[in-house]
């Protein structure tokens, strides 16, 4: 009989067309609110995701055309170039990485680099040290193992061939904090969904020398 009276009040409620319309005015337009908010997160991030990479590639730019010696100080230019174009002010926001590399060559192994059969090598300057810089004093360096280990990301170059190497991070930081912070799986397995909080834009860009080879001066 009680499951009887219970199909009766949902027969009674589906069928019933009464309701308010204020009520429901601002139901919808409570969910048409956070529609929007949610759409204009994620096309925020998007947004600054495509500016850190068009920074990146600007200032990589820059240093390709480069004829005269650069150095640490060139550097940070560049730092403050790139934190201008995606319009960063909180400290430690961003930070970028120089490499300069090259495709070792011998009388007897002239064979080109694809980072698997033969692998990259950083470039040394005049005293021996490897030329790796990184605006962050934290932010380590490449050396040749390191560097080997992001090989499958360099393109193939040929024996004797130079290149630069250009790093970036960006952290962006979400106007609204939405989506779930993290999702365990399997009790040890994280993921993250949507923008609950800051999250890193990188970038990973090889350029070609434009002209003359790029030097590494540490007094520059």
Known sequence: ?????????????????????????????????????????????FRMRAVATRASYTVADMLSREKLNVGPTY????????????????????????????????????????????????DRDGSGNEVSYAT?????????????????????????????LLESSYWYNPVLGIGTKELAVDGKNFTRNGFAYSVRFSNFVVTRPRGPKVVWDPTK
């Open 1 to 45: 009989m009680a499951a009887l009276t219970k199909l009766r009040v949902l027969s009674r409620f589906r069928t019933d067309e009464r309701g308010s319309i204020p009520i429901e005015g601002l139901l919808g337009a409570l969910m048409l609110l956070t529609w929007y908010a949610v759409a204009f997160q994620f096309y925020d991030a």
């Open 75 to 122: 550097v940070g230019g560049m730092q403050k170039v790139f934190d201008f174009i995606t319009n960063a002010t909180i400290n430690r926001q961003t930070w970028i990485r120089v490499t300069m590399f090259h495709c070792p060559a011998t009388e007897t192994d002239k064979r080109p680099c694809d980072g698997e059969t033969k692998d990259f090598a950083v």
């Open 136 to 164: 962050l004093s934290d932010i380590s360096t490449h050396t040749d193992a390191s560097l080997k280990l992001e090989g499958y990301r360099i393109p193939k170059m040929a024996a004797g061939d130079t290149a630069v």
